[in-house]
């Protein structure tokens, strides 16, 4: 599923270099299936649009700067990579106001979830940490394409921490 098939209410935002397409997220579903997983700072359902599973993280209107930073880091230019959730949009449910990013649902769970489920021979764990790596090592490149650089979208704090 696309933007450009998505035949809802729309509006463009203007984030920094970006546009992002917000949804009156309220018309967007056909149902919240099930809640497949639930942090400090947001919730994610399983929901159905138009046939299709997505994901829904849900940001209580508390949260609304971690739905920004998050928003954001999604609005990078170029980032597309097998072992990152497709964006498909970002909006607010007009009830209670609480922020939402629409993505594209990892069919196996959270990576935490799945390895808390799961046993794994040495090859396929291998497999597993070489995946991992190469998502890590593309979230922290600086990159060239088509004209235009991309930023790595990571800094080191002072504990020498990654963050994303």
Same mark, same amino acid.
């Given at each position: 599923? %696309?933007?450009?098939? $998505?035949?809802?209410?729309? !509006?463009?935002? #203007?984030?920094?270099?970006?546009?992002?397409?917000?949804?009156?997220?309220?018309?967007?579903? %056909?149902?919240?299936?099930?809640?497949?997983? /639930?942090?400090?700072?947001?919730?994610?359902?399983?929901?159905?649009?138009?046939?299709?599973?997505?994901?829904?993280?849900?940001?209580?209107?508390?949260?609304?700067?971690?739905?920004?930073? !998050?928003? !954001?880091? #999604?609005?990078?230019?170029?980032?597309?990579?097998?072992?990152?959730?497709?964006?498909?949009?970002?909006?607010?449910?007009? %009830?209670?106001?609480?922020?939402?990013?629409? $993505? !594209?649902?990892?069919?196996?769970?959270? $990576?935490?979830?799945? +390895?808390?489920?799961?046993?794994?021979?040495?090859?396929?764990?291998?497999? $597993?940490?070489?995946?991992?790596?190469?998502?890590?090592? #593309?979230?922290?490149?600086?990159?060239?394409?088509?004209?235009?650089?991309?930023?790595?979208?990571?800094?080191? /704090?002072?504990?020498? +921490?990654?963050?994303?």
């Amino acid at each position: 599923m %696309d933007l450009t098939s $998505l035949e809802l209410q729309q !509006e463009s935002i #203007y984030v920094g270099r970006w546009t992002l397409w917000a949804f009156c997220i309220d018309s967007l579903f %056909d149902s919240f299936i099930q809640i497949v997983g /639930s942090g400090h700072f947001a919730s994610v359902w399983q929901g159905s649009y138009q046939g299709t599973t997505v994901a829904v993280k849900v940001f209580p209107t508390w949260c609304r700067q971690e739905f920004t930073v !998050e928003r !954001e880091v #999604y609005g990078l230019p170029h980032l597309v990579h097998a072992g990152i959730a497709h964006f498909l949009g970002a909006g607010r449910k007009s %009830d209670s106001g609480d922020c939402v990013l629409l $993505l !594209e649902l990892a069919t196996c769970g959270s $990576l935490s979830s799945f +390895l808390s489920k799961n046993s794994s021979d040495w090859t396929t764990t291998l497999k $597993l940490a070489q995946s991992l790596s190469e998502g890590l090592a #593309y979230l922290h490149s600086d990159f060239y394409r088509h004209g235009m650089y991309g930023p790595s979208s990571s800094t080191s /704090s002072s504990s020498s +921490l990654s963050l994303l």
